[in-house]
């Protein structure tokens, strides 16, 4: 939680790891759940925070497939922090695609 809001305050950005989603899904694993509380730690100790999460998959689907399925995550992720409290009017998803993939 202490390194997400320095590197935050740093920054203005943080790149988050260990949000997990089931294999060519937007189900999010169980074991992502220590990563979203932190997230949502952060975002209730600074109310004037606002985030965009950004959804990504593998490169193993097509880029349309891609695209829908990283946008289909950032909005899960969305969905799990409004319903830990967050208010979504803080909260913007966009899909990035997968690795490697240029987005326009």
Known sequence: GATLASEMAKAGRAVVYG?????NSATIRP?????LEQ???????DL???ITIEGHTDDIGGDAFN???SETRAN????WLVAL???S??????????VGTDVA
């Open 76 to 79: 899960a992720v969305r969905s």
């Open 19 to 23: 949000i997990n989603f089931d294999f």
């Open 89 to 98: 009017a803080r909260l913007q998803a966009a899909g990035k695609g997968g």
């Open 31 to 35: 074991e992502s759940k220590a990563m």
């Open 85 to 87: 409290g967050i208010t």
């Open 39 to 45: 997230v949502a730690g952060l975002l209730r100790d």
């Open 67 to 69: 695209q829908a399925l």
């Open 48 to 50: 004037e925070l606002s």
